[in-house]
């Protein structure tokens, strides 16, 4: 991930500019190039077939957009562009955006989000965190298959970590789980998934 300008933009000016370009996001006015790798793209392309059809077996009138951009309440500038998430479609209805462009301004329709962790490592476990349980989004799923995380976030020795944030009064629990432990996810409570099952 690189910083692309100096300048600084407003929400309004990023989705003008660059709203079509799945390579950015803003977060704080800073222009941010996710800079995707195929192994970071493999593992999220992994994990939103791997939901979908949890999704489709559980008959869910759910979906996982190609392309979606979030707003967090009380944010001026910054549009975040997840790696996957998962909507209720019954309440895309009240998104006031939605129609026109795929631009979520509040959590209500938002079940799942993840992001699969690459160079900006830091948003992933600090920013995002706090963002998504703004948007009071239910579950947070952090992929770090290449164990790029802080010591402080995923412990040491730094190793691939796959870490499951629930939101509970306003803040996510967090639960790691390390290469071959099965992950828990209350939300999909049948998922038979292991961090083996997406690694690129």
């Given at each position: 991930?690189?910083?692309?300008?100096?300048?600084?933009?407003?929400?309004?000016?990023?989705?003008?500019?660059?709203?079509?370009?799945?390579?950015?996001e803003l977060i704080d006015g800073e222009l941010r190039d996710m800079e995707p790798t195929?192994?970071?793209?493999?593992?999220?392309?992994?994990?939103?077939?791997?939901?979908?059809?949890?999704?489709?077996?559980?008959?869910?009138?759910?979906?996982?957009?190609?392309?979606?951009?979030?707003?967090?309440?009380?944010?001026?500038?910054?549009?975040?562009?997840?790696?996957?998430?998962?909507?209720?479609?019954?309440?895309?209805?009240?998104?006031?955006?939605?129609?026109?462009?795929?631009?979520?301004?509040?959590?209500?329709?938002?079940?799942?989000?993840?992001?699969?962790?690459?160079?900006?490592?830091?948003?992933?476990?600090?920013?995002?965190?706090?963002?998504?349980?703004?948007?009071?989004?239910?579950?947070?799923?952090?992929?770090?298959?290449?164990?790029?995380?802080?010591?402080?976030?995923?412990?040491?020795?730094?190793?691939?970590?796959?870490?499951?944030?629930?939101?509970?009064?306003?803040?996510?629990?967090?639960?790691?789980?390390?290469?071959?432990?099965?992950?828990?996810?209350?939300?999909?409570?049948?998922?038979?998934?292991?961090?083996?099952?997406?690694?690129?």
């Amino acid at each position: 991930m690189t910083y692309t300008s100096s300048k600084l933009l407003s929400f309004d000016e990023f989705l003008n500019q660059y709203a079509d370009d799945p390579r950015y996001e803003l977060i704080d006015g800073e222009l941010r190039d996710m800079e995707p790798t195929g192994p970071h793209e493999s593992v999220a392309g992994k994990l939103a077939g791997r939901l979908f059809v949890e999704i489709l077996r559980l008959n869910l009138q759910w979906t996982i957009p190609k392309n979606c951009l979030m707003r967090p309440p009380g944010t001026e500038a910054t549009a975040l562009r997840p790696d996957v998430i998962v909507l209720d479609e019954a309440d895309l209805a009240e998104e006031p955006l939605w129609e026109k462009q795929p631009v979520l301004t509040s959590g209500q329709a938002i079940r799942l989000v993840v992001e699969v962790v690459s160079t900006n490592w830091q948003d992933d476990y600090a920013c995002k965190v706090e963002d998504y349980a703004l948007l009071g989004i239910p579950e947070y799923w952090i992929a770090d298959f290449r164990g790029l995380g802080g010591m402080a976030f995923i412990g040491k020795p730094k190793q691939p970590t796959f870490t499951v944030c629930q939101l509970s009064n306003g803040e996510y629990r967090q639960q790691q789980y390390r290469l071959g432990e099965t992950i828990t996810s209350p939300l999909f409570p049948e998922l038979a998934l292991r961090l083996n099952d997406v690694m690129p």
